[in-house]
């Protein structure tokens, strides 16, 4: 392998430190004593302590993770099931479908927010928890079903047919056979939804009502009020979370192909 | 149990029916709550705003009228020059970083992972720390202060420069996949052929390497061209509310302006201008490999 330019390298680093740094320095500085300024003035948890503190951000912890644990068990469910269809059965409109499901990830979120806003107050829905959950839903069930049909297609079927063969019935090979060989794929989906579930605020910001503050949308709300150590601290929590999950999925998915891997 | 699982045997032995079951149900999601909205959305654009803010029925084609007095205009061409400058940036910061990436041998996962991991956390806190990063009294001036550069504090937020800068520091990552997959891809002995036939560095890079990653180059275009070009929060947190952009008027219209009908027809011009990205990234997708190939 050819050497690189050193300019290159030296170029590419600066550009992972840009990348990077803004992130770093908002964790550093959640650890900061000084409530107002950007001096260093000595190590302190006063800040996550106080977290504990806050009814509201519990709150919003609260709705976030229920949001997150309902929608992705309803899209890793519903993503699952459209990837084995298109993996494993030819129908009329296959090729459309499959053009329809990159839709939503291709929408801009304002629009996919705005449009769900407008289906709630057309229905006369409450806003809430349930139509946070049903948003979040129909805007992973794409991710979810790219993920697990990117598995669905490295696998190896001579396994499902060896166990037919051998007398397993269908519902037998399907779940001791299919169903473990797919699971890595299912579970990478299942935190990638999880991940864009909690991450996600400008669906959200129009989907969620009073007493359904997930925990983007009230840093948001803070954010845009003032700067203080309690925002950088909940920030801190939210982004070392994200950072957990998305190492897993990049393990779970990991040596097939980049494109996978990194969705 | 047993009535679940003779369920299961009969549909495996009715594959359409079996087809339909796994799709029902998910598809009907997306119907019902991905593509019926955007219906409503479309029916909304034509009606009436109410008095409480609410609609009432009617035809008219009064909001797409309003769009194009010169304010409104002016908007849009604010947006699409934005999201073009953004997407320009991205590509000659990203490109070398994709293509040192490609070349890192051991280090490759380790980057790859680095550029991914700002793609899923939250672009909220990464724009907030922006925030906490350019305001007058943050870090990088009191960085610049402490090292004596400046002796005022600079004005960073709530500029079109913040506003830019964000998008860019969001979207970069969206940009260096793609490119970096179709260099991934590039067969190694095509280099070497043109190298043992006497083409020098830059001539191998811009007749073999660059061709070659076209499609990687067109397809991160696109990633970041769509989301810069509806982009509300960058605009409503770096920008402050000097600078209105497409993604933050049709916010205002479902906030305080409360004229849901207005944001709903410059929502669909919006999704216009998608569309016509999208349709423009098809052509040239299938148009590339067979520029590469001449």
Wanted: aromatic share 10%.
């Amino acid at each position: 392998m050819r050497r690189l330019p050193r300019s290159l390298v030296a170029f590419t680093a600066l550009c992972f430190v840009l990348l990077h740094l803004p992130v770093l320095v908002l964790a550093v500085f959640s650890l900061n004593r000084s409530r107002f300024s950007v001096q260093w003035t000595g190590f302190t948890l006063e800040w996550y302590r106080r977290l504990l503190e806050r009814q509201d951000i519990l709150a919003a912890l609260r709705v976030s993770l229920t949001v997150g644990a309902v929608s992705t068990l309803v899209a890793t469910v519903l993503g699952t099931m459209i990837a084995l269809a298109l993996a494993r059965h030819r129908f009329r409109g296959r090729t459309l479908l499959e053009g329809l499901l990159y839709l939503p990830i291709v929408t801009p979120e304002i629009v996919v927010g705005i449009s769900l806003l407008l289906l709630f107050a057309t229905l006369h829905m409450a806003l809430g928890i349930s139509t946070i959950v049903v948003a979040h839903v129909a805007f992973s069930v794409s991710f979810v079903t790219v993920v697990v049909r990117a598995r669905l297609e490295g696998m190896d079927r001579t396994l499902e047919e060896a166990a037919l063969t051998l007398g397993a019935d269908e519902v037998a090979t399907f779940r001791r056979v299919t169903l473990p060989l797919l699971s890595p794929g299912i579970l990478a989906g299942a935190l990638l939804a999880f991940t864009m579930s909690i991450d996600d605020f400008v669906i959200t910001f129009f989907v969620s009502g009073p007493g359904s503050t997930t925990l983007p949308v009230l840093i948001y709300s803070m954010a845009r009020r003032t700067i203080e150590p309690t925002i950088n601290a909940v920030s801190t929590v939210l982004v070392v979370v994200t950072t957990v999950l998305i190492f897993f999925f990049d393990r779970l998915t990991r040596g097939r192909g980049p494109r996978e891997g990194t969705l | 149990m047993s009535g679940a699982r003779r369920l299961l045997a009969g549909l495996n032995r009715r594959p359409r029916l079996a087809a339909a079951a796994l799709l029902g149900p998910g598809t009907l999601w997306l119907l019902l709550f991905f593509f019926v909205p955007i219906a409503v959305v479309f029916a909304y654009s034509f009606m009436t705003r109410g008095v409480y803010g609410g609609v009432t029925g009617g035809f008219t084609l009064e909001h797409y009228r309003r769009f194009l007095d010169p304010l409104y205009l002016g908007v849009l061409r604010r947006t699409v020059a934005l999201a073009v400058s953004c997407t320009v940036l991205c590509l000659v910061v990203g490109y070398p970083v994709a293509y040192t990436i490609a070349r890192a041998g051991r280090w490759k996962h380790l980057l790859l992972f680095l550029i991914v991991v700002p793609l899923w956390t939250s672009f909220l806190v990464r724009t907030y720390a922006l925030i906490f990063l350019l305001r007058d009294t943050g870090f990088v001036n009191a960085v610049l202060l402490a090292l004596g550069v400046v002796r005022e504090p600079l004005v960073l937020l709530y500029t079109p420069g913040a506003v830019l800068a964000g998008l860019v520091y969001g979207y970069l990552p969206l940009m260096v996949l793609p490119i970096y997959v179709s260099l991934e891809k590039l067969d190694p002995t095509l280099l070497e052929a043109a190298e043992v036939l006497g083409a020098r560095p830059l001539a191998r890079f811009w007749r073999i390497t660059l061709p070659l990653s076209a499609p990687g180059v067109v397809a991160g275009a696109m990633l970041v061209f769509i989301p810069a070009l509806g982009a509300f929060l960058t605009p409503d947190l770096l920008g402050g509310a000097k600078q209105m952009m497409v993604g933050t008027l049709v916010q205002n219209q479902f906030g305080g302006a409360r004229n849901w009908p207005f944001g709903s027809a410059v929502s669909f011009i919006l999704m216009a201008v998608v569309l016509v990205a999208v349709l423009a990234y098809l052509r040239l997708r299938d148009r590339a490999p067979m520029e590469a190939v001449a």
